[in-house]
């Protein structure tokens, strides 16, 4: 039997405080009601689980990632957390491959991208072809206008919604 340490991780009472009472339903979610209210687009969108490709903009702290954390419980898609931070393209190769088996098996991937800003033009043409035949739709978080940040071929596939401050 293995002794419990005193700072296992997967204690809630050692996670941090945000991470603990992040809302966890639309109903929960507060803010963004320009988006979120009842008979709004992105509200829509989500209970209908019918996900265009999309680009949460918004600064720090507005919901970008709990958002996309909500529609990861409510979809029925294979949802993947993917970090512009520490992936690289073979990591992303693998991804759309695993994304490509997953459509030819009747299935929907979807690939969130924390701070998609911070990757380069090559890491995000590599998204690019499978964006556009459908084998994934992607959700990319960002707190940099994305006009300037991401690149005009994939952001021309993607609905950007705006996040405002709380």
């Known amino acids: 039997m293995k002794q419990q340490s005193l700072f296992a991780a997967n204690d809630l009472a050692t996670q941090p405080l945000a991470y603990r009472v992040r809302p966890q339903t ?11 209210g009842k008979g709004k687009v992105l509200r829509e969108i989500i209970e209908s689980d019918q ?3 999309m680009i949460f903009w918004g600064p720090p702290g507005s919901g970008k990632t709990t958002l996309a954390e909500i ?14 931070v520490t992936s690289g393209i073979r ?6 491959k695993d994304a490509e088996a997953n459509r030819d098996m009747g299935g929907k991937t979807i690939v969130f991208v924390d701070e998609i800003h911070r990757f380069n033009k090559a890491q995000q043409d590599a998204f690019l072809p499978f964006v556009e035949k459908g ?4 959700i990319g978080a960002t707190t940099e206008n994305p006009s300037f940040e991401i690149n005009a071929a994939l952001l021309s596939r993607c609905k950007v919604f705006v996040l405002q401050p709380l």
């Open 26 to 36: 639309l109903a929960d979610f507060a803010g963004q009601q320009q988006l979120l």
């Open 51 to 53: 996900l265009p490709s």
């Open 71 to 84: 529609i990861a419980k409510k979809t029925k898609a294979k949802f993947v957390t993917f970090s512009a």
């Open 91 to 96: 990591d992303i190769r693998k991804l759309m």
């Open 135 to 138: 084998s994934i739709t992607l």
